[in-house]
């Protein structure tokens, strides 16, 4: 099994999604993290969270429109194209 690319949907998790968007990559994948449902705490496990994105070169994207200032914003069509291009989705 080689290197996928990974679409981690982070909808009702925000923290688990992080942890396991991070943890793919150790893996060789390449990975994107979407955040839905609602914007993400600002605590300091997902502070702690969001460091290992950076780290794990991933930037966030998003469907929460009250994000939208902070991350990409992703309509239906581009989670629909998001979800397409992936060979796994991992939905937490």
Sequence with gaps: MGPKNILVLGRRDHTEAM???????????KV??????????????????????ELSDIA???TVAAMADQ???LDAAG?????GAA????NL
Excluded at 32 to 53: D, H, I, Q, S, W
Excluded at 79 to 83: M, R
């Design 19 to 29: 942890r396991v968007a991070a943890g793919l990559t150790i893996f060789g994948h």
């Design 79 to 83: 989670l629909a194209a998001a979800i």
């Design 32 to 53: 994107r993290l979407v955040f839905m449902t609602g914007p993400v705490a600002e605590t300091a496990e997902n502070a702690a969270k969001a460091e290992l994105l």
């Design 60 to 62: 966030p994207e998003t």
């Design 87 to 90: 060979d796994r989705v991992v």
């Design 71 to 73: 991350l990409p914003l």
